[in-house]
């Protein structure tokens, strides 16, 4: 089975049960006039994960291995956010390209670098982790899938919720650090050095360009 030199220990994974998780990487996050730049933030600071992303989902693909997107969004009639999300604002609002991570919008959907493939899951989901009311869990069960390699945004709000509800689950989750990006630079850091700590209290990290998919 394939290892890759992580942190804190190396991490071993058979292909055949693993699947690449890819968090909302949706232009409402990514791209100017969205979600994450209506709150202040730079966006380019989540940009910089789209190239090596890029790279490693064409190496996976080629493989022929699962690839599971998600989208953090919700309804129209915004029925299923919760009125603490709602009231702290933009969630529905007008903007640039179209009502904030409400689904069916054009700023909702996943950047034009990383569009998913016909055949690849899409989960819609409403809250931060990708577990909370979607159906990922009875994805990953018909799959045979044990293990995650996990990419996207943001490092320390949904990369981190979905590593440690999977981590709870039973989930192997390997991190790939070039591959999630956080609007922050010291939490990105602080939020990497977090999943590996205490012998890795929920999962491993590593560089993609660690990962090779040959036995070692
Ligand atoms: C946030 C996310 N940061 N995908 N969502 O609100 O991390």
């Known amino acids: 089975m394939p290892t890759v030199e992580a942190l804190p220990a190396p991490f071993t994974f058979a292909p055949e049960s693993t699947a690449l998780l890819v968090i ?101 989901k409403p809250g931060k982790g990708a577990f909370y009311a979607t159906e990922l869990q009875e994805l990953l069960e018909k799959g045979g899938i044990r293990s995650l390699l996990v990419t996207g945004v943001t490092t320390e709000v949904c990369v981190h919720t979905t590593v440690r509800e999977a981590n709870d ?22 939020g990497l050095q977090m999943i590996a700590a205490q012998g890795g209290i929920f999962g491993w990290v590593a560089d993609s360009t660690s990962v090779t998919l040959k036995e070692q």
């Open 24 to 124: 909302d990487m949706q232009r409402d996050f990514l791209e100017p006039g969205g979600f994450g730049e209506s709150l202040g933030n730079d966006v380019s600071q989540l940009r910089r994960t789209i190239a090596p992303l890029a790279a490693f989902l064409a190496t996976w693909r080629a493989a022929g291995l699962p690839v599971i997107h998600t989208r953090e969004g919700h309804r129209p009639d915004l029925s299923d956010c919760p009125p603490a999300k709602l009231a702290r604002g933009l969630i529905g609002r007008p903007g640039p390209n179209g009502r904030i991570l409400i689904r069916g919008e054009y700023g909702h959907d996943i950047i034009d670098e990383l569009r998913p493939r016909p055949g690849e899951a899409v989960v819609d």
């Open 169 to 190: 689950r039973g989930y192997e989750c390997l991190v790939l650090a070039d591959c999630v990006g956080s609007y922050f630079p010291e939490f990105q850091r602080v």
